[in-house]
């Protein structure tokens, strides 16, 4: 069983900067793949940024490439991302996910874990 615990969400103006963290329960977080996925208001869930377990390959949508990044530090059992060049359609609920696997998925249904999210608003 592993708990997630998102933090770092906040109001910016566009072009800002924010780092969300997410926190894991569980001595085994370094055996799974963690992906963030973000729910504008209004819209479905969609895919932001994944990592596999060992931080070697990450994955973006073309919406955030370029502007964010994904990391984790496992002697933490904390994934990261970083939020650069913030822009109004990045606002959204940013929720991050876990699954015990070497895949990094961009599918929401294929993680078993999920945080409670975090609120992310981006002022133009």
């Known amino acids: 069983q592993v708990q997630l615990v998102e933090s770092g969400g906040g109001l910016v103006q566009a072009g800002g900067s924010l780092r969300l963290s997410c926190a894991a329960s569980g001595r085994t977080f370094s055996t799974y793949a963690s992906g963030w996925f973000r729910q504008p208001p209004g819209k479905e869930r969609e895919f932001v940024a994944a990592i596999t377990w060992n931080g070697g390959s990450t994955y973006f949508a073309d919406s955030v490439n370029g502007r964010f990044t994904v990391s984790r530090d496992n002697a933490k059992n904390t994934v990261y991302l970083q939020m650069n060049n913030l822009k109004p359609e990045d606002t959204a609920v940013y929720y991050c996910?876990?699954?015990?696997?070497?895949?990094?998925?961009?599918?929401?249904?294929?993680?078993?874990?999920w945080g409670q999210g975090t609120q992310v608003t981006v002022s133009s």
């Open positions: 996910a876990a699954k015990q696997t070497i895949i990094a998925h961009t599918n929401p249904a294929a993680y078993k874990y």
